[in-house]
């Protein structure tokens, strides 16, 4: 009898939403599976902000390192916390249907800040991206550091004397906790693959690829591999404030990225269309554009000095 498949998870509620996602899948096609649980470094330190810990990969190292001490069979991450070049001997084995790409504001008491751009407030977050994005719009706002799963983040939002903070739509509405005091971020460009959920496994375990294979989207696989890409031929990360979004309507792929300067005072956006049967070059064409930008290579050559 064939062994449960050992399905490699963090212990937040929402990584395990993620992972039992793949597990209910796995049922469907009469596979067994278990949780297997694993704390990353990035769970073990949740007060210095990302761009103090300087890794990529901090949310998933610990689990590759299980996958390849063979403790794990498969990892299921948040997409936008891998890093654009898996591990040696990992592989990409499915990207499940992307749920939202957005970000939100959640506010404490009222989001009537939000209509005046020159106003004052203090927004929480741990991200740097939507830092830069942030303060690009409203320049007079003071920036907070939010870190902790998303249960935490929300508490610490009404314990503190902010005006609101910052999250990732998906990770709210997956477990049920988006509060009615939000709002959509329709003009926030999202990080790379946000909203999406990804598969990873041993490049030596045939079975077990092909197994997740079948779950994989098509769509949501082409669109963050576009948006990787481009964050990937920036050669930026978690550090970076970088931006990407590609969408897929009938043939045709719409890309936009930016980056921003680190105080919000420089953004520089790009926007290209191309077929579906380019997807493999639109994100690096996308980037090469970018990187025509004096002022570009300025940020991106400033990145090790984030946030000091």
């Not at 959509?184 to 999202?190: I, K, T």
């Not at 576009?226 to 970088?242: A, K, M």
């Not at 790009?270 to 996308?286: D, H």
Request: net charge neutral; hydrophobic share 40%.
């Amino acid at each position: 009898m064939q062994p449960p498949v050992k399905i490699g998870t963090r212990d937040s509620e929402l990584a395990m939403w993620q992972a039992n996602q793949v597990r209910n899948l796995l049922t469907h096609v009469k596979i067994e599976s278990e949780l297997v649980f694993i704390k990353s470094e990035g769970d073990l330190d949740t007060v210095k902000p990302l761009y103090e810990l300087g890794v990529q990969g901090i949310f998933t190292k610990a689990l590759d390192a299980a996958l390849l001490g063979n403790r794990i069979d498969i990892a299921v991450h948040s997409m936008k916390d891998v890093p654009t070049k898996l591990a040696d001997g990992i592989r990409q084995a499915a990207v499940l249907k992307r749920g939202s790409f957005k970000d939100i504001i959640v506010y404490k008491n009222s989001g009537d800040f939000l209509e005046d751009k020159n106003g004052k407030a203090v927004i929480a977050t741990s991200s740097i991206r939507r830092s830069a994005q942030w303060l690009h719009r409203y320049p007079n706002h003071t920036i907070e550091n939010l870190r902790g799963n998303v249960n935490t983040r929300l508490r610490k939002v009404s314990t503190n004397e902010w005006d609101g903070a910052i999250f990732a739509a998906a990770g709210l509405e997956r477990i049920n906790l988006r509060p009615q005091n939000s709002e959509d971020l329709d003009w926030m460009l999202p990080a790379p693959a946000q909203g999406a959920i990804v598969i990873v496994c041993r490049d030596s375990d045939l079975d077990i690829y092909n197994y997740c294979k079948a779950f994989n989207d098509e769509n949501a696989e082409r669109c963050t591999f576009i948006e990787r890409s481009f964050l990937r031929e920036l050669q930026g990360g978690c550090t970076t404030p970088i931006s990407a979004l590609a969408l897929i309507e009938n043939d045709n792929i719409t890309f936009k990225g930016s980056i921003c300067s680190y105080d919000g005072k420089i953004k520089i956006d790009v926007q290209k269309e191309f077929r579906t049967s380019e997807y493999e070059r639109a994100g690096i064409e996308a980037a090469r554009e970018l990187l025509k930008d004096d002022k570009v290579i300025g940020i991106l050559q400033l990145k090790d000095h984030a946030g000091k």
